[in-house]
């Protein structure tokens, strides 16, 4: 156990729905981030908070969107799910500078 | 921006072989680097990180990493490899700051065979 928590672990919904995918970090790490990975296109970054403020955007789309709430656990809400958002969504927390992320292990998204 | 290129997508050793996992980096300010494993149906683990102290490296299961800031290089080795060595590796960069992003390779799958 890593100490961030994802859930659910598998979601299978339909095109044009739209899912929240929630992340716990790690206790006393104040930064989290959202990873999609995908075969195509690797793991790409999507959004960092750090304490409940966006810090850093990546290929994030404007059909998702995140938060980071006051207990710092935080959601990626996808809408209008198409096809080719199947993929892995990782969430990661870290400390701060240089400590690298600890990972969570994963929402495996599947849009049929 | 910082980026990653690892070189070799899948690499196949040995039993008892050893393991070279090629990594080269682009960075405009020194960077910090990092080497992650993922096993299947997992999520990535730290295996370790380079944060301008020594510029070589040990971390888990044997593996070790050093910074070459001349040829911008940051391989991953280990002298023998072991079954259980296979898994995705990843390498990655960020700059050095607070809590900044960590920018991935695209990543090296590494089969070990008997």
């Known amino acids: 156990d890593s100490g961030v928590t994802q859930t659910p672990k598998h979601l299978i919904t339909a095109t044009g729905q739209r899912v929240t995918l929630r992340c716990s970090p790690r206790?006393?790490?104040?930064?989290v981030y959202w990873y999609q990975q995908s075969l195509d296109q690797g793991l790409q970054f999507l959004i960092q908070?750090?304490?409940?403020?966006?810090?850093a955007k990546g290929n994030i789309l404007e059909r998702f969107s995140a938060q980071q709430f006051p207990d710092l656990h935080s959601e990626l809400n996808l809408s209008s799910l198409e096809l080719g958002d199947s993929a892995l969504y990782f969430c990661?927390?870290?400390?701060?500078?240089?400590?690298?992320?600890?990972f969570g292990s994963g929402t495996r998204l599947t849009v049929v | 921006a910082q980026s990653v290129t690892q070189l070799g997508s899948h690499v196949s050793v040995s039993e008892g072989a050893l393991v070279l996992l090629r990594c080269n980096y682009s960075?405009?300010?020194?960077?910090?680097l990092f080497w992650y494993v993922q096993y299947p149906n997992q999520g990535l683990q730290l295996l370790l990180k380079?944060?301008?102290?020594?510029?070589l490296v040990k971390g888990i299961n044997g593996f070790e990493a050093e910074f070459k800031k001349s040829e911008t290089s940051f391989h991953l080795t280990k002298p023998s490899a072991h079954m259980s060595d296979a898994a995705e590796y990843f390498c990655?960069?960020?700059?050095?700051?607070?809590?900044?992003?960590?920018?991935f390779g695209t990543g090296t799958r590494l089969q070990v065979t008997l």
């Open positions: 380079y944060t301008s102290a020594a510029t």
């Open positions: 908070y750090y304490n409940g403020e966006e810090r």
């Open positions: 960075s405009s300010v020194p960077p910090y």
């Open positions: 990655a960069v960020s700059r050095t700051g607070t809590a900044s992003k960590l920018t």
């Open positions: 990661a927390s870290s400390v701060g500078q240089g400590s690298g992320y600890t």
């Open positions: 206790s006393g790490d104040l930064s």
